[in-house]
T-cell receptor, first 109, second 113 residues
Framework: GQSLEQPSEVTAVEGAIVQINCTYQ??????LSWYQQHDGGAPTFLSY????GLEETGRFSSFLSRSDSYGYLLLQELQMKDSASYFC??????????FGTGTLLAVQP | EAGVTQFPSHSVIEKGQTVTLRCDPI?????LYWYRRVMGKEIKFLLH????????ESGMPNNRFLAERTGGTYSTLKVQPAELEDSGVYFC???????????FGPGTRLLVL
């Protein structure tokens, strides 16, 4: 079967750095994506990793280790507006996204 | 460039009724996906269109769900007859190419009473 695991909740303070981990079990792995969702609205694409290593996009970075079936999303210089749910999702041969259950990030002042 | 739009934003219907959800993808995006999130669960794939053809419908829960994409533009997802367990948020996403980023719409919140 296919499954993804990520922490259900993470709390951090403004200005801090937070890392959200994602481990996966899937067949036909092609890449790992991260999406942000505010208040149940449209999931917004953040980043994508197909190869091992770190991808940086502004304050957000994403890492993938294919051999460990593991990735993480790193958020730096946290802001209150970063409070949201974050989902990792794997894509395989058919390109459908298999989502994790999401991590609720609470940023405190 | 306009994003993915979905209509209606909310729908409340009674068990046994029919509901049709609509998705307008980003212009020029050949790939259109339907997903749904049932309360407390993860977002789950329903099906994938490439233009007007169903590429993958492995996630469709049963034959009460019918998706169409006539003309390869907008898509509709009909639930007939609706059951209580169909309640949830139905998301549509589109991408230009198969391996390209999927952009999601705001979702339709369906409540079946």
């Amino acid at each position: 079967g296919q499954s993804l695991e990520q922490p259900s909740e993470v709390t951090a303070v403004e200005g801090a750095i937070v890392q959200i981990n994602c481990t996966y079990q899937t067949s036909g792995f092609y890449g790992l994506s991260w999406y942000q969702q505010h208040d149940g609205g449209a999931p917004t694409f953040l980043s994508y990793n197909a190869l091992d290593g770190l991808e940086e996009t502004g304050r957000f970075s994403s890492f993938l280790s294919r051999s460990d079936s593991y990735g993480y999303l790193l958020l730096q210089e946290l802001q209150m507006k970063d409070s949201a749910s974050y989902f990792c999702a794997v894509s395989g041969a058919t390109n459908k996204l298999i989502f994790g259950t999401g991590t609720l990030l609470a940023v405190q002042p | 460039e306009a994003g993915v739009t979905q209509f209606p934003s909310h729908s409340v219907i009674e068990k046994g009724q029919t509901v049709t959800l609509r998705c307008d993808p980003i212009s020029g995006h050949d790939n259109l996906y339907w997903y749904r999130r049932v309360m407390g669960k993860e977002i789950k794939f329903l099906l994938h269109f490439v233009k007007e053809s169903k590429q993958d419908e492995s996630g469709m829960p049963n034959n009460r769900f019918l998706a169409e994409r006539t003309g390869g533009t907008y898509s509709t997802l009909k639930v007939q007859p609706a059951e209580l367990e169909d309640s949830g948020v139905y998301f549509c996403a589109s991408s230009r190419g198969v391996r390209e980023t999927q952009y999601f719409g705001p979702g339709t919140r369906l409540l079946v009473l």
